[in-house]
């Protein structure tokens, strides 16, 4: 069953996730982002962690994409052609990153041990 459940989400192997994919691409492109920009760090304390633990220069470099894409939005325009060729809107920054915290908050709650980071109201 999961092996179907992966075959029916693998965009190598079915058109529609090929689509989808390609859509969100598009999309993507459109405004220079790439896909681990979406992940907000207000809702999920694992990203906010994520984030922090990243190099300066990489969150700020996420920051300028999301100032820029916003900009974009609410000028209603897109990047110009040559720009939106040169994105790479699926190589991922963060994914590494949420997968160790992520894996470390299961070790921590397995242990028993107090979670590092408490949700708060800001």
Known sequence: MASFLQSFIDPRKNWFARQHMKAISTRLRHYGLRYDDLYDPYYDLDIKEALNRLPREVVDARNQRLKR??????????????????????????????????????????????????????
């Open 69 to 122: 894409a916003m900009d974009l939005s609410l000028k209603h325009v897109y990047l110009p052609e040559d720009l939106q060729a040169m994105q790479t809107p699926f190589r991922s920054y963060l994914q590494e990153m949420l997968a160790l915290v992520k894996r470390e908050r299961a070790e921590r709650e397995a242990l028993g041990a107090l979670p590092i980071y408490q949700r708060t109201i800001p």
